[in-house]
């Protein structure tokens, strides 16, 4: 087995040098800005140390990655109920197609596709204030992390606020199946935010250490949800966290993960490591292009494949 | 760690007394005479020590379970051309579905769908004899389990000749985009063929133990594929393996497995043991309920789940 | 040829006394409030007298009868631009779908599909307020009715306002892809108080005229729109009137017409007659039940089929 | 009202100079000979008289417009129970997409798209010997153009029965839902041959009077159907009778219509005339680009839309 960290540092090598790229999002105004030549990587292993290589401090915009935590605190709320609201079947569908709502009753597919993880934000809302939900998942995430340093970034935010024309459609549309319970707009406020917070690669794989323990943070045993959660969350992780590329994700990479359009992928070796990667391209179906293939290195090379 | 002995006798014991059973599939009228009170179980460990409980020894028709070894063949021929042919992404649809084929020019979302499983048939064909094919495939099957034994049930087979409509269809409409390269009827007799293969849960589980180990045959370290490629055909078994019941399988379950509407289901746990189940009661998503239950018992009792 | 006042009187006794009567819409909760047991219908012909029976001077919320206005507005605003924005084939949907839109970017089959009309609404806003919209689209039926006395029903409008999520899901999902110009509530506030409008038969099939007598109002000569354009609105009232019930409605009454979840229907008899029929029941596609077996009636017994 | 012989003459020199001809139907071998040169035209009116433009006597292959034909036999054998089988309504998708099939339990939206073509045809077959009942719809053709001399293009019927996997897969995919009675190739013979019966302008208009004089041959009086399914036959033909551009046709047209992949269409001016033209270069929606031009032109010159 190589050192994880030799390992580490020729990815981010070969990652800064790539010519291809992939394409930054543009559909958020904001996240256009992002430099397409940024890489970076951050693994915690199970002893608790961390191996960066690239820009693995500089924050970037979690996007949808941030629908693996509000799951998480879902289930926390209401554990199993959380399943009439939204299902965990992969959706053969784009991040933001509308078209399977239609067909089934305006309750989405599983927690990781738009609609879902606005489903699942009206569960964490639930009569509360935007603002103390919108604490509550931030607080959570710097817990988590072991940083409060961790925000959001407003201009993200206010930018999905103005332009997310598709996600208000696609709430209005769950709030005439009676899905939502809060009014639309709290809900995608809170959305809207906690998909801008802002988190460096470091700090994101720091987040993720509980799914790769059990449930546990490995290094003071603090447990964050029971190992058959953590499991069942890697299980849909797995199935459905790159939309419409996830079967590809799994046969490439072999990992349970979850992108999101700012160029970040969290990624869970069970029983190994908690791991981030960072590039703003993305392929066709909206999943960072580097980070993918950084991850396909990664596990090829470390043997942490969970198929064999 | 419980004995795998004691876990599998409780899981058979427990199986034959449930009252709940799912529905005996009756869309080939053949398969409708399987008797609902059956169900067998089948665990070939690292060591290759056979674990059997209940009707472990009574053949049953595989059905898409053959996918699994089809797919292995394709693979063996053309490598990675077949997936021109074929994708390999969950289709969020059910198992017959011809809505995806119209959307995506023909090309079927993935190997496991019937589908797809009729372009991989047709890869394997290529220009022989319907005949020669077939018995390519069930020589490979007898190698797998180490059984010559292994046979075709002609009456399943003459069943779903005569009343496979919906197949039909979907091989006509692939081969209206040029999907398929053979005479309709030759490719689709090869697959209707493949699917009336019989086997006990004993011989399953050992002809699924190189996906378990590598690649290899365990016991006899004779090597079936590379260990990449049994990796990736875990992971299309566990992103597409049950149709639309896929993320519910990876969700309760937590492994690679391929289900048939025979009742039985093949599941890996990687470097741990090869698995077979049968019953045949189908769930909603035509998937063996109970087969389902009994590997959700036997993950969590074991600590085999891929996901920690 | 029967008379016209013994066959408008014997539709309106035999329509009074059926028993079946559909169901009343719920979707708008101030529209479940209408008596089941309505039923009115008026007829102009070419000479402008007006036959009545029944209900004919109560007004009832015309809903999407108002759409065969606002798109004649549209019209002569900006001519055939209008087709870039909207279709005009048959959708094949319910009046609500929004799957059509995810397979067409976001451009709506025709303009009398609630996405449809939606996109002619925002056409007719153009820039300017919302109040002056509704107020020119009001004007626009008093004049055409010659009845300054027509209004908004303010409840109705507030109702939809507070319960429309669907309708605000499609202005969303059409703003994504540009198809809308102004902000989505403003182009939905209009929308929703123009559907409000109260009507009664009478006032509706004077509304209508123009559209029997080739653009022109037949008793003052004062053309409305050309020839021509008359024509078409009629070729669409024909194709897509009655959302996923046109070509039923074409099978039975062989008239242009357009019905609204108010239960109104507005028909029209090219160089005979405008005729409005009134009944709140609706049937599964959700046209009025009653009203279009009257029409039905009327057609059959005056000989007044288009197709011969 | 200008001159009949005027205007069709005008109109058969205007289309064979126009430079746009679209594109000759490639997808049966066949068909691509078709000369995209060709252009002919040939009304019938209410005294009989026959005015022809172009290549009027020329026979192309009929097919689609052969589903006018079949569906008049249908009725007749059994009336209204065939709408159990096949809907009414416009379908919203090209004219040979199953999409629909499977959103709607197998049953086609109506007689006009292929899938609901062959099932009207598996009526007409119902038990009887392919031969046979191709006869009864040849001798059909032949009486209503009252022309013996009307027969089938074995080349073109052998060219679709070798290629056809598209209509293939439709009718196996409505036999898997018991939709079709007979045996698939029994239904297909039939449904290929039908659409390969070839006749020229002539006889086509000849064949469509009994549809624009209220079921009856206007020069002997002599009833083919009543004039109520006259009527509705009509008003399918108006909603259905061009695919996906139906709502095209009815709305620059106005006149009920049946095209065909050959570059025919038939068309009825009710009361008025009986009219065929054809032109072998389609638009995309699969219907004669020059034949609907030219009908365009000779209703707005004739002042025969329907529409007023």
């Given at each position: 087995m190589p050192e994880l960290e030799t390992v580490v540092r020729e990815i981010a090598e070969e990652m800064r040098a790539r010519p291809d790229r992939g394409e930054v999002a543009s559909y958020i105004p904001e996240l256009a800005r992002a430099d397409a030549n940024a890489f970076g990587i951050a693994v915690v292993d199970r002893e608790g140390r961390v191996v960066v290589g690239g820009d693995a401090e500089a924050a970037f915009s979690i996007q949808s990655i941030s629908k693996v935590f509000t799951l998480t605190l879902a289930l926390g709320k209401i554990g199993d109920r959380l399943w009439r609201r939204v299902g965990r079947e992969p959706s053969g569908s784009p991040f933001n197609s509308i078209v399977q709502l239609e067909n089934e009753h305006g309750i989405p597919r599983n927690p990781f596709i738009n609609a879902g993880a606005i489903a699942v934000t009206d569960v964490i809302l639930s009569g509360h204030?935007?603002?103390?939900?919108?604490?509550?998942?931030?607080?959570?995430?710097?817990?988590?992390?072991?940083?409060?340093?961790?925000?959001?970034?407003?201009?993200?935010?206010?930018?999905?606020?103005?332009?997310?024309?598709?996600?208000?459609?696609?709430?209005?549309?769950?709030?005439?199946?009676?899905?939502?319970?809060?009014?639309?707009?709290?809900?995608?406020?809170?959305?809207f935010h906690h998909c801008a917070i802002a988190m460096s690669c470091r700090q994101l794989a720091m987040a993720g250490r509980f799914l790769a323990h059990n449930g546990r943070n490995p290094a003071t045993g603090f447990s964050v949800v029971s190992p058959e959660r953590a499991r069942r969350i890697n299980a849909i992780m797995l199935t459905c966290g790159h939309y419409d590329g996830s079967g590809e994700f799994a046969y490439r990479v072999g990992l349970p993960g979850k992108s999101g359009v700012g160029g970040g992928i969290l990624a869970v070796a069970p029983g190994k490591a908690s791991i981030a990667v960072w590039s703003p391209g993305l392929d066709a179906s909206g999943n960072s292009h580097l980070g993918r293939i950084a991850l396909e290195r990664l596990t090829q090379r470390m043997g942490w494949s969970i198929f064999g």
């Open positions: 204030q935007p603002r103390d939900t919108l604490g509550e998942i931030l607080r959570f995430l710097q817990f988590l992390a072991e940083d409060p340093a961790i925000g959001i970034d407003e201009a993200v935010a206010a930018s999905e606020q103005r332009t997310g024309f598709r996600n208000r459609a696609l709430a209005n549309y769950m709030k005439s199946f009676n899905v939502l319970e809060n009014p639309v707009d709290f809900t995608l406020g809170v959305y």
